[in-house]
Nanobody, 122 residues
Framework: QVQLVESGGGLVQPGGSLRLSCAAS????????MGWYRQAPGKQRELVVG???????HYADSVKGRFTISRDNAKNTVYLQMNSLKPEDTAVYYC????????????????WGQGTQVTVSS
């Protein structure tokens, strides 16, 4: 089985910074892509940013220039550096692993983390 565990959420003032981490563990041969979604109260879950194993990234327009994703393939870990945070960034942030392959030639599956709360408020 595969688990994704997020950490680093919390309460921060507007303009502040937080760094989220997500570590995937278990029976993993490779992970195609990893990323972050978020869900604010009363809203749908939305993509924040994704990164492939080759390092290609895709950011939501709302976070471009403020958030930076990075990935350590050897550790199956992805990081999200969030700067210049705004109240509208308040949400539960979920890590996702896309195309997680347990052994060479196996079919990839997608896994979600349990989520970590980010609150931006004065």
């Amino acid at each position: 089985q595969v688990q994704l565990v997020e950490s680093g959420g919390g309460l921060v003032q507007p303009g502040g910074s937080l760094r989220l981490s997500c570590a995937a563990s278990g029976n993993i041969f490779s992970i195609n892509a990893m990323g972050w979604y978020r869900q604010a109260p009363g809203k749908q879950r939305e993509l924040v940013v994704g990164i492939t194993s080759g390092g290609s990234t895709h950011y939501a327009d709302s976070v471009k220039g403020r958030f930076t994703i990075s990935r350590d393939n050897a550790k199956n870990t992805v990081y999200l550096q969030m700067n210049s945070l705004k109240p509208e960034d308040t949400a539960v942030y979920y890590c996702i692993g896309l195309g997680v392959v347990a052994w060479e030639g196996a079919v990839g599956r997608d896994y979600w983390g349990q989520g970590t709360q980010v609150t931006v408020s004065s």
